[in-house]
């Protein structure tokens, strides 16, 4: 795993804890900063997933 996978993954995983609290005080200004914040996480995942395939087919002869 590299550094954009777990820094990704944290932002997935703070972004839903953010909405899920937004959602449950009736906060919905939190509620879609959390959502963002997720879907931030999971682009810079993806990102991270794309360079660990590449680091992987360089690799092979």
Do not use: F, I, W, Y
């Amino acid at each position: 795993m590299n550094e954009h996978q777990t820094k990704g993954k944290l932002k997935d995983v703070a972004g839903k804890a953010q909405s899920s609290v937004g959602r449950a005080t009736g906060d919905r200004d939190m509620e879609a900063r959390g959502q963002a914040r997720q879907g931030e996480g999971k682009v810079q995942k993806k990102l991270g997933d794309v360079k660990q395939g590449l680091k992987t087919l360089v690799r092979k002869p």
